[in-house]
């Protein structure tokens, strides 16, 4: 079984700043992609930020220049730093991963969300 913890979420004034936080856990045999999505009220879900296992990155263009996201393979954790938030960013945001492991290979994984709320 694999299990994928986040942290960090909170509420934030417009122009702070946050940092997001993932951990999978579990019989892991290798994590290929880690990423963030994110789900505002009454949206569907989108992508915010990727990273591979390499370290290459892929960002949303309402969120490049302002987040970054980054890997500890060491301890199968992703990070999404957020800076100059805005209002629109608010949303639950998701961790995803796609990993090697107990049931095949390259299955996503999800997080149960965590809630970033940016105040105008």
């Known amino acids: 079984q694999v299990q994928l913890v986040e942290s960090g979420g909170g509420l934030v004034q417009a122009g702070g700043s946050l940092r997001l936080s993932c951990a999978a856990s579990g019989s892991i045999f290798r994590i290929n992609f880690m990423g963030w999505y994110r789900q505002a009220p009454g949206k569907q879900r989108e992508l915010v930020a990727t990273?591979?296992?390499?370290?290459?990155?892929n960002y949303a263009d309402s969120v490049k220049g302002r987040f970054t996201v980054s890997r500890d393979n060491a301890k199968n954790t992703v990070y999404l730093q957020m800076n100059s938030l805005k209002p629109e960013d608010t949303a639950v945001y998701y961790c995803n991963t796609n990993i090697d492991g107990p049931i095949g290979y390259g299955v996503d994984y999800w997080g149960k969300g965590t809630l970033v709320t940016v105040s105008s």
């Open positions: 990273i591979t296992g390499g370290g290459s990155t």
